[in-house]
């Protein structure tokens, strides 16, 4: 039988817990900081901010974030239509930049940003 609820918040807080802690290793975090970073932005509706971890890809000023179970998280709805901002850890600083969530027409979610 598949779990198809919302993810409990103590297993979302348990797995970035050990995601942000390898990030920071002396031994792999060099290797794990080319493919995850740390999403922080300000929630549409609440104002609150929320930081995550997220696998990542890059290109120039163009990175793209492929969201896994996109059915069973939420973040990436703060970016739907014209998108917000958000602030992405990269090369070892806080860089800003403008963030658009696509769903296409087999559910998938990409979440493109623009860095500025």
Not at 13 to 31: C, D, E, H, K, Q
Not at 108 to 114: D, H, N
């Amino acid at each position: 039988m598949r779990y198809r609820g919302p993810i409990p918040k103590w297993m979302v807080g348990w797995v970035n817990t050990r995601v942000l802690a390898l990030r920071r290793s002396p031994r792999f975090g060099r290797a794990v900081r080319g493919r995850l970073t740390v999403v922080t932005y300000t929630g549409r509706r609440s104002g609150r901010v929320f930081s995550t971890p997220v696998g990542y890809r890059r290109t120039a000023d163009l990175v793209t974030i492929g969201v896994r179970l996109p059915q069973r998280k939420s973040w990436w709805r703060n970016f739907t239509g014209e998108g917000g901002p958000l602030t992405l850890e990269l090369d070892g600083a806080d860089r800003a930049g403008h963030a658009i969530a696509r769903v296409d027409d087999r559910g998938r979610v990409t979440v493109t940003i623009r860095l500025g």
